[in-house]
Structures are given as C-alpha cells and as structure tokens.
C-alpha cells in the first residue's frame, strides 16, 4: 500500500511515531494542569527525586571531606579532635578549584537564581545552569572542607529539577511555584530524615505560605524524599533530649528571653557577614582568587578548633554530649562564626542553614549554665536548652518557625521541648519581623537591590512598571506659550491637565486646565509660570510599588513619566495605579488560595 505524501514524508525522517508520541505528551501535560490528584503525583515523582539527589550529594561531599583529610567514613570532619596540619592545605586548594571553576565557567552578568529569588520574582523559573553550578560549588566548598553546609545545594537541585520538569510541562504560575518548593524542601527533608520540617521548609521559605492546593503535593513530594534516603541507607539526623522532662512557666518564660536573645544575635550575624563581604569585595583580589585567599585564613581557625570546619553535624553532636563549661563554648562559638563569616565572604558557595544550627545549640547551652549558676531553682536542662537555642537562632538567620520546631520534633520525638522550641521561636521570628525584616537569603537579596522580604509571589509588581502602565494619549503644550492660546487650544472640561515641555522636548511640568481659565488670570502670562511638579516625576522602569510610594509622598494626582534624557514619555494617574495594583493582588491571590 503505497503512504500519501505527508506519511511518506514522515517515514523518510523516522518521525513516523513522532505524531503519538507528541499527542501523548500534550494528553500528559493536560492531566497534570487539570487534576490536582496527578499533580500530587507528579509532585511525589520530584520529591522522590529529589531525595535521592540529596542523598548521594551529602554521601559524595562527606567521601571528598574524608579522603582529603584522611579520617574513617564513619566520623565525621567537625568532630574530629585534631588535624595534622598538612590536612589543611586541602582548604586553599578547595579555593583554588573553586577559582578554577569560575574561570571555566565565568558568572554571568547576573547573581545566580535561587529557589527563593525564583518564587518571588520568576514564577518558579530556575535555569538549569544556575542550579548546576550553585550545587556543584556548594559540593567543592562543603568537600574541601569550609565552613558552609550543603542545604543550599540540596534545595537548589530539589527545586531547580522541579523547574526543569515544570516548565517542560508548560504548568501554569502557580502550579510551577508549588512543584518548585515540593523539589526544595523535600531535597531539605530527605537531608534530616524530617518530612514535617522539609514540608514546611517549602511552605515558609520558598512558597511564603501553605493552601490546601499546595499542602497534599509538598508533603508528598517531602515523604517520598525521606522514603528514598531510608532505602539509600541514609542515617537520619537524630539528637537524643532529655525526654519527657517537664517544663514549668518560669522555663517557658526563659526560653522565650533566649529566643529574644538569639533574634539579636541573628541580626548581628547577618550584618556581620555583609559587613564582612563588602570588605573583601574592596581588596586588590579578583573573584577568582579570593577563595584561594579565604582558605589560607582558615587554616589556623581549622587547626584551633576543626570544629569549625564544614557545616558543623558532628561538632554540634560532640559539645551536645559532652556539655562543656561556658568558656569553652564561646570560644568554640567564635571560632565557628569567624570561620563562617571568612568562607562565605571569600566566596567559598553555601549558606548559614546548619551552622545557625550549631551556633544556636552553643549558645542555648551557655545561656541555660549562666541562668544556672544566677538563678539555681530555674534548673534548666543543659541539653534542651541547646536544642531550643538551636531551633531560636536558626529561625533568626534563615527564618521558618515552625521549619525548625518541627524539626526538633522530628530529630528528638519529645513533645514537651518542642512546645518550648515553638515559644522561643516565635519570639525569636516576631523580634526578627520588627526590627530587621529579613532572613540571610532576603538580606543578600536586599543587598543587590531587590525588595524581596519572603518567597510570596512579587513577580508580577515586577513586571507593572511605569512604561507598561502610563498613558501616552495626553495634551502637551509649550510652555512658553500664552494662557490664552491654551484656552483657544483646550477648552474647560475637556481634560484636567495639560503637560509641558521645552523647545527641546524636555518635560517641563503639568498645568490644570481649571488653573488657567481662572478668570482674574493674566492671558498673556506664559504656561511655565503656572507649571507644577516640574521636579517631581518617574522613570519609566519604576515598578507599581514604587510608583505608589511617589505618590503618597508628594500627594500628587498625576505624574509624568520621564527618560533619562529628560523627556517626557506618557501619563500616570494615582486613581488608575491603585486600581490595577487591586486588580492585580486580587488575581495573585485568587492563584495562590484557588485550585489549581
């Protein structure tokens, strides 16, 4: 039987299963985006991913850190008593690999897109090559030993595969912001051996909140995950508490001053390492080479103290069992910040996630032996005031209450002490909030000019700016002509401002119609001496929040919108702004609280 013309086409190019293939794929992409069964299980699908990507990072980056420094698979580098010091020439040549590796691949003009930065401001959009390359440098500076952890690489690969897969099945927004914290906070979970606290990673830290839409996929997602780690042989991370011990109001009372006590120290850390940063960033050293640098200056931190080295797993296990007195801890505890704050400002890849951690359950520790030693019938627990420390301090620097008093729960399984973690941490959350606004990632955000506080979707007051809002149909006059070749040109009611400009183009001010055709007006008198505003306008990339905040602090009605040349480009009224910024929260709000 001979094919038509079009088949025999196909034939000739192999594509002749090209067609069903193609309709399989787009029947696929329709279940996925009408069905919010499929979605959970397309969710479960990346988190089971996910998991396994988590598991084989941490097990590739801890064979790295023991073949380099030369300790038993089974131990861990933060807990290793001593290191010969020829071990720690692994750390400038970690840097330099790093360098290595950014003259290979040399940064873009832009930061690399983190889960966070992408939910706010992309839609869940992460290009491949950012979460690539964030991970594989996060891997190299865990590897070699700095003193950073892994969980910004776990959460970049976890949410930068459910992007990839996202976007592939053409989801729509929301859809694609919820498969992106499913990815991110599984990778967390399946890190822990804590479902509860990787669901809630997604939901506090990368989608900014939870619906009954996104809650069933996350969790899925963060299940599957841990399920993938326990069958890869992957030891949970398990801290044993003081079980069962009660906790009286007057302890409640005290661990909630220590989680005032960890908002400030928090702050302190963030601004520290910012502060620390743009001092690096002022030295004669290229990017390139400041890794190599960082990791000379680490070398007498690592060979006082290797607990400061890594991200702190068994460090934090160690002073946790050995309960070691109040001078040892703050040394320990500088000794690890100053080694953190050296690795990140040096450019060395990864965040503060557990060595907030670690930081915390020092200083819950010295806290609970000072209110001791003051106040004897307070009678803290050693142990559970570190674990409270723990989760107050992390909530401070990376933010997620209920993140980190979950995963107390789930690494201690003692109700009791997590109902203090939950008080501390709400403290330490609700100091944050007020006085400083902004977790470590946010902060960095802040930093290069974003307004990003939280994840919660700001992509689209993004995109509202004052080019795509502004009016170009307006009356535009000279301002050196007369009030009565105005009248004759614009008659009273037929607008209520008239825009001014030079012989030049340039803008000049805004005149009310109403203004000139006052009767005692001279009609000679030119338009320019009528002109207001002439210093008060906007560019034209100024986004609708900003374009608001014009407003409301000139009181104005109307504002120009003008280039950098000074020329005038179009009109913004405060009464049509307001009401597409209603129209467009109002939309946001319907996707992020509305089915799928």
Not at 60 to 77: E, I, K, T
Not at 140 to 159: C, D, H, I, M, W
Not at 392 to 416: I, K
Not at 554 to 560: E, I, N, T
């Amino acid at each position: 039987m001979q094919l038509p013309n079009a088949q025999l086409g196909d034939v000739i190019l192999g594509k002749v299963v090209k067609r069903p293939v193609l309709r399989g794929v787009a029947m696929i992409k329709r279940y996925l985006q009408g069905s919010e069964v499929w979605f959970i299980v397309l969710a479960s699908g990346v988190g089971l991913v996910s998991g396994i990507m988590a598991a084989l990072l941490g097990h590739f980056a801890h064979a790295l850190q023991a073949l380099l420094y030369g300790f038993s698979p089974d131990l861990r580098l933060s807990a290793l008593p001593k290191i010969e010091p020829w071990h720690l020439v692994a750390l400038p040549i970690g840097g330099a690999v790093l360098g290595a590796v950014r003259i290979i691949f040399p940064r873009r003009t832009r930061a690399p897109i983190d889960v966070v930065e992408a939910n706010a401001l992309y839609g869940g959009r992460i290009p491949l090559r950012d979460s690539l390359m964030v991970s594989f440098q996060t891997f190299l500076s865990n590897g070699f030993g700095a003193s950073v952890g892994l969980e910004a690489a776990y959460a970049q690969l976890g949410g930068g595969f459910a992007s990839k897969v996202g976007q592939w099945l053409d989801l729509k927004r929301q859809s694609l912001r919820t498969l992106v914290g499913a990815g991110a906070g599984s990778a967390i979970g399946a890190a822990f051996g804590a479902p509860l606290a990787g669901s809630f990673y997604a939901f506090e830290l990368v989608l900014g909140g939870y619906t009954p839409a996104t809650l069933a996929p996350v969790a899925a997602a963060s299940l599957m995950a841990v399920l993938a780690a326990q069958l890869m042989n992957i030891e949970p991370f398990v801290i044993a508490s003081t079980a069962g011990q009660t906790i009286e109001i007057a302890g409640y009372l005290l661990y909630a001053l220590l989680g005032a006590i960890c908002a400030g120290v928090g702050i302190g850390i963030i601004r520290l390492v910012a502060s620390v940063e743009a001092i690096v960033r002022k030295l004669p050293v290229g990017d390139v080479w400041r890794p190599l640098l960082g990791g000379f200056f680490l070398i007498p931190v690592a060979w006082a103290a290797p607990q400061a080295l890594s991200s702190g797993h068994g460090a934090m296990h160690l002073y946790m069992a050995q309960q070691a007195l109040v001078v040892t801890l703050l040394i320990v505890f500088a000794l690890k910040l100053c080694a953190s704050v050296i690795s990140l400002a040096f450019g060395f890849r990864g965040g503060l996630f557990f060595a907030s951690l670690f930081l915390g359950s020092l200083l819950g520790s010295v806290f609970a032996q000072i209110v001791n030693q003051v106040y004897p019938p307070a009678n803290l627990d050693i142990l559970n005031a570190s674990l409270v420390g723990m989760a107050a301090l992390a909530v401070a620097v990376v933010g997620g209450p209920m993140t980190m008093s979950l995963m107390v729960l789930e690494v201690t399984h003692d109700f009791n002490l997590t109902a203090a973690v939950v008080m501390a941490a709400l403290c330490s959350s609700a100091i944050i909030r007020e006085r400083f606004g902004y977790s470590f990632s946010t902060w960095r955000l802040h930093l290069r000019g974003e307004t990003v506080r939280n994840a919660r979707d700001i992509g689209w007051v993004k995109s509202l700016t004052a080019a795509n809002l502004m009016r170009k149909t307006h009356t535009i006059l000279n301002e050196n002509i007369s009030i009565a070749a105005l009248r004759e040109q614009v008659p009273l009611g037929a607008t209520s401002r008239v825009l001014l400009v030079g012989n030049d183009g340039e803008y000049r001010g805004i005149v009310p119609t109403a203004e000139a055709w006052i009767e005692t007006q001279d009609m000679v008198t030119p338009l320019s001496a009528l002109a207001r505003q002439s210093e008060v306008y906007v560019r034209p990339d100024m986004d609708i929040s900003a374009i608001m905040r014009v407003f409301e602090h000139f009181g104005v009605d109307d504002l120009a919108v003008v280039d950098e040349n000074h020329k005038l480009l179009g009109l913004l009224t405060e009464k049509y702004v307001n009401r597409r910024y209603v129209e467009e929260l109002e939309r946001s709000q319907r996707e992020f609280f509305g089915e799928m």
